[in-house]
């Protein structure tokens, strides 16, 4: 596959909504079938909180998930992963070993800023 069979229009971009957001809370989600955590997400005053399951219990722990900004596409629509309602989707990158990293900005931006 070569990058001219794969591209998109600007509009079709567009309709992926990618905002950034800060984790309030994070625990751990045993009934997955692949390790993951639950993730909720502050995405600010327009959106609100929102759920997430990410299989990111490689390179980070709980703890150090608690207000971190990370990003997610918010306009999918919610999926069930076992139990649990995931509403958005976590981006991140796969390692060399297939283990994802989270995609985030650099320098706090506010919540629920839209990727442009």
């Known amino acids: 596959m070569t990058a001219d069979d ?6 079709d971009f567009l309709k992926v909504d990618i905002r950034v957001g800060t984790v309030v809370s994070a625990t751990a989600f045993p009934e997955a079938r692949k390790p993951a955590y639950k993730l909720v997400i502050d995405f ?4 609100g909180t ?6 990111i219990t490689v390179h980070y722990t709980l ?4 207000g971190r900004q990370v990003m997610a596409v918010v306009n999918f629509p919610p999926r069930q992963i076992g139990p ?6 976590t981006l991140g990158f796969a390692d060399a070993a297939g283990d994802i990293i989270l995609a985030s900005v650099d320098k706090m931006v506010p919540n629920g800023e839209r990727l442009m």
């Open 6 to 11: 794969t591209q998109i229009s600007f509009d």
């Open 44 to 47: 600010g005053e327009a959106l």
């Open 50 to 55: 929102r759920k997430s399951s990410a299989q």
């Open 63 to 66: 703890e150090e998930l608690v």
């Open 84 to 89: 649990f309602m995931s509403e958005v989707l």
